[in-house]
């Protein structure tokens, strides 16, 4: 037989966890008062690993592999929203003879066998591309906000809109600025005489000189 007494203490103990764990749901959750730390709170510029090259000299996607958005359907590709530009990413022969002839932007790993086989066929390219995220790693040290960022997917309006922010730190004279680029194995000087010898745009001459004059 069923004894009252602890039928009821039973029902008690129950209808007892029940309060507790519908009071429990009710409680908002702790949460950390930390933000979330923004790609900028670290270097840009840091274990480049990828290069990405355009088949035409006159575009770049002035980002890293690792910030364009992913396609959890194909891990080889990545897109460069802001542009609506898609990044194939190849690291052999046989992947990138599949695509060599695609209008296309690709990305190999740096220093790697096919990053070496082809390196003087785009060799403009890849030192743009160097070039571009160096310099925002050094904007960002300098006083680089998101909102400052490279927006656009022409190389020329890149290149300028870098030199322009250069200029801006009209406190820091340029062969400090080579030494900085230094630090990453860049020679700046020379890039930029192959840079006017590339793009024979006035706007990026006159940025140039001006630069050199700091």
């Not at 429990?24 to 959750?29: A, E, F, G, V, W």
């Not at 990828?50 to 980002?63: F, L, V, Y």
């Not at 030494?179 to 005489?193: C, G, I």
């Amino acid at each position: 037989m069923i004894k009252i007494k602890e039928f009821i203490d039973d029902l008690a103990e129950i209808e007892k966890s029940n309060e507790q764990k519908a009071h429990k749901k009710n409680q908002k959750t702790p949460r950390s008062t930390k933000m979330p730390k923004s790609f900028f709170e670290y270097p840009i510029y840091q274990e480049l690993r990828n290069i990405i090259i355009s088949k035409k000299s006159t575009q770049i996607i002035p980002r890293r592999w690792d910030e364009l958005t992913i396609d959890f359907k194909n891990s080889s590709v990545r897109t460069f929203n802001l542009c609506d530009e898609k990044v194939y990413k190849v690291s052999n022969a046989y992947n990138y003879n599949e695509i060599k002839n695609k209008n296309v932007f690709i990305v190999v790993p740096l220093n790697g066998v096919l990053f070496k086989d082809i390196y003087n066929e785009f060799k403009e390219q890849i030192d743009i591309f160097v070039f571009v995220q160096i310099s925002r790693r050094l904007m960002q040290k300098s006083g680089y906000s998101e909102s400052q960022d490279i927006h656009s997917c022409d190389t020329g309006q890149v290149i300028q809109s870098i030199l322009s922010f250069l200029i801006s730190r009209d406190w820091i004279d340029y062969q400090s600025w080579i030494a900085d680029y230094q630090k990453f194995d860049l020679d700046l000087d020379e890039l930029l005489s192959d840079m006017a010898r590339y793009y024979k745009d006035e706007e990026l001459l006159h940025l140039i000189v001006r630069l050199k004059t700091l």
